[in-house]
């Protein structure tokens, strides 16, 4: 099973409102990060904090109007073509989210786990131009290696890698991170293997996400892709952007 997590849980101080619930062509960023997830995850963790029942009222009703009129329904399909049962989102609530991301992170990667994830993707929710295809391109990259680590050979780690098989099990211990980069920048989603997941949860002396994927990664590949939304995170109000 491959898991999601979004990370929301912040005030959204520089944005003046709930970056969750801002709108982007005509659907919140929350449901931008959610729909770019299902299309390689199973499951979706979403982890809130600063006004959360507020944003997952809003988020509940506005995935019952898309659900209405029929816009999930290629979300659907998409996600039995790669084994999901259906799309399903689940909510967490880290209370300690002025703690910062990583603590949100935490609360996220415990959920992954609990769910038996065999890769887990980390997207904030402040990277709406994140394409699904990059979403399915780093995900059958970590299946390829999954696959490869399981069998004791080297993975390859280079976009043009081909897709890995789902369900493959990762050899025990294997902490891997892999991180997409666009013109030599390294962005997001970050796939991370359940070893590695397990170490950052356990991990009290990290100071941020990337300190903790720094000091617990046995191995850290980068996949170079074209999409420049996985650099784009958005953390101020532009003055055009779309309803």
């Known amino acids: 099973m491959n898991v999601g997590v979004l990370l929301a849980a912040g005030a959204s101080s520089r944005m003046g409102s709930p970056k969750a619930l801002v709108m982007h062509k005509g659907q919140s960023f929350l449901v931008h990060g959610v729909r770019h997830l299902w299309s390689a995850c ?36 998409a996600a039995r073509k790669h084994g999901a049962r259906g799309l ?11 703690k910062g991301m990583f603590s949100s992170a935490v609360v996220g990667l ?24 990059t979403v399915a391109e780093i995900t059958a990259l970590m299946g390829q290696a999954l696959k490869a680590f399981g069998g004791g050979k080297p993975a390859k780690t280079g976009a043009s890698a081909a897709a890995g098989s789902k369900g493959s099990k990762p ?9 997409p980069r666009a013109g030599g920048h390294r962005g997001h989603p970050v796939a991370l293997t359940p070893a590695l997941a397990r170490a ?3 991990d009290k002396a990290a100071e941020h996400l990337s300190d903790a ?21 958005v953390n101020s109000p532009a003055p055009k952007r779309k309803k």
């Open 88 to 98: 399903e989102v689940r909510f967490e609530t880290n209370a300690a989210w002025k």
């Open 42 to 77: 199973d499951v979706v963790v979403v982890v809130l904090g600063a006004d959360a029942k507020k944003i997952r009222a809003a988020i509940e009703q506005e995935f019952a109007v898309l659900v209405e009129g029929g816009a999930l329904t290629p979300d659907l399909h």
């Open 110 to 133: 415990s959920a992954a786990l609990k769910l038996k994830a065999e890769s887990i993707l980390l997207l904030p929710v402040d990277h709406p131009h994140v394409s699904g295809e």
């Open 200 to 202: 950052i949860v356990r």
């Open 213 to 233: 994927i720094h000091r617990n990664a046995r191995l850290i590949g980068y996949a170079d892709v074209a999409d420049k939304g996985v650099l784009a995170n």
């Open 171 to 179: 050899a025990p211990g294997f902490a891997y991170a892999l991180v």
